[in-house]
């Protein structure tokens, strides 16, 4: 069954280097801290030609552009308030 939220993040090599490297951990340990895997579905996509506005993240078909460590947990919060997370 396809879960109800997906989360996917861009795993090129621009959006990679500059934070979403880091935001990828992040964003896995949030999801295992509240034991939402399940639930949630999380995964890397390639470079989908958005690097100038990048890192870019997508919740649920929205694109989160400039992402960073710093505020991707708030963003997570926001995009996910309304589900139950
Ligand atoms: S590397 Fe992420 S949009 Fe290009």
């Given amino acids: 069954m396809k879960p ?3 989360i996917i993040i861009c795993m090129g090599s621009s959006c990679y280097s500059r934070g979403n490297r880091v935001s990828l ?3 896995k340990a ?4 509240r034991n ?4 949630i579905g999380f ?9 100038s506005k990048g890192p870019v993240i997508t919740i649920n078909d929205h694109v989160y552009q400039d992402v960073h460590p710093a505020n991707i947990i ?3 919060k926001t995009a996910l308030s309304g589900s139950q997370v």
Avoid at 30 to 33: A, D, F, G, V
Avoid at 43 to 51: D, F, M, P, T
């Fill in 4 to 6: 109800k939220n997906q």
């Fill in 25 to 27: 951990e992040l964003v």
């Fill in 30 to 33: 949030w999801l295992s801290e």
């Fill in 36 to 39: 939402l895997e399940a639930e």
């Fill in 43 to 51: 995964k890397g996509q390639l470079c989908s030609g958005l690097c």
């Fill in 74 to 76: 708030n963003i997570l």
